[in-house]
């Protein structure tokens, strides 16, 4: 098992809520205070996480810039209270700047039993064969 240190634990505790709150405020129609709220939580929790040093080598690192300044600006735009224009920015810079990541979950996810073979489905397997290449999202 892995073991994690307790500034860990707390980052995914703190992610995990932010994820919980992200979810929540957008099945409420995009409830301003909720949305802020899990933005604040998830990128805190992922600072805790990962380090405050990697969590800024990772999102200002040249060719993300782009990328960064997207979500980072969606967050920005929930916060002075436009939700539903922020989360579509925070969604597209998402995907951008953890686009390297999708062949990986979804070799992982993959290889789960029911999982599996629900995304090798006719109509399911070349939507994840397209988020599964890392260079068709730019």
């Known amino acids: 098992m892995i073991s994690l240190t307790d500034s860990q634990k707390i980052g995914m505790g703190l992610t995990g809520f932010g994820v919980f709150f992200l979810f929540f405020g957008m099945i409420l129609f995009f409830d301003k205070a909720l949305l802020a709220i899990g933005n604040i939580l998830f990128v805190t929790?992922?600072?805790?996480?990962?380090?405050l040093e990697r969590?800024?080598?990772?999102?200002f690192q040249r060719h993300k810039a782009k990328a960064t300044s997207f979500f980072l600006g969606g967050v920005?735009?929930?916060l002075i209270g436009w939700?539903?224009?922020g989360v579509v920015?925070?969604?597209y810079g998402f995907f951008l700047l953890f686009r390297g990541f999708f062949p990986v979950a979804v070799g992982f996810i993959r290889r789960i039993p029911i999982l599996g073979s629900l995304l090798n489905l006719p109509g399911i397997s070349g939507l994840v064969d397209k988020v599964g290449e890392s260079n068709t999202m730019v």
């Open 45 to 51: 929790g992922l600072s805790f996480v990962i380090g």
């Open 55 to 59: 969590t800024f080598r990772f999102f």
């Open 76 to 78: 920005f735009i929930v």
């Open 83 to 85: 939700p539903i224009v």
């Open 89 to 91: 920015l925070e969604t």
